[in-house]
């Protein structure tokens, strides 16, 4: 006969809340564990190119700011080189090309600071188009949502890109540019994440 563990409760269960935070952000949750949140430091000192800020919202059906989100995001260097062992001494030292941030509780922006990708080389020999990939998880979603981000900047690289063109409706695909704009000479680009409605972001099943 199976034991009963009448002392042991059972764990809430979640899509993803505030367990996320203390898991993958711990510092936002307030839980100082270590002297810098793991992933916010996407190009470290060393890295070449164009220093830029990325910022946006993720926003619901509604048009309303979700607050609880979490974005992970990959790119390559400015010569469109990723951190991988496979190009050790091809990337700088301290370039990771990867970060994370959470939006913020209050306003529901995020945002971070990276250098400016490169094209990137596929293996089947084409070119990508300067991108960031982004992952996204919040509460109500169960699955990880998967996108990335272009910049409007880069109109002959985009109109090449093997991706962007997999989606047929041109419109969709302005829902992954990235709005270029400059404050206090810093260049920024916004992109912000809708994820149901008209004009909601294009997601990939990856």
Do not use: C
Request: hydrophobic content about 35%; overall charge negative; charged content about 25%.
């Amino acid at each position: 006969m199976r034991q009963q563990l009448n002392y042991l409760k059972e764990t809430p269960s979640q899509t993803a809340g505030p367990y996320v935070h203390i898991g993958l952000a711990p510092g936002a949750a307030g839980f100082e564990i270590y002297r810098q949140e793991l992933g916010w430091d996407i190009a470290g000192p060393n890295a070449r190119g164009e220093r830029i800020r990325v910022e946006g919202r993720v926003i619901d059906g509604m048009d309303s700011p979700i607050k609880d989100v979490l974005l992970e995001a990959w790119q390559a260097n400015a010569d469109g080189i990723y951190a991988h062992p496979e190009h050790q001494g091809e990337v700088e030292e301290g370039f990771r090309g990867w970060g994370r941030v959470i939006t913020d509780f209050e306003t529901g922006d995020w945002g971070f600071d990276t250098v400016k990708p490169g094209p990137v080389k596929t293996p089947d020999g084409k070119v990508a188009a300067p991108h960031i990939s982004l992952w996204i998880v919040a509460r109500g979603i169960n699955v990880g949502l998967q996108t990335r981000l272009y910049f409007e900047d880069e109109h002959q690289a985009n109109a090449a890109d093997p991706v962007l063109n997999l989606i047929e409706w041109e419109r969709r695909r302005q829902t992954l540019i990235a709005r270029k704009e400059t404050r206090d000479g810093q260049t920024v680009y916004r992109f912000d994440i809708k994820l149901q409605g008209q004009d909601e972001t294009v997601f990939f099943d990856i």
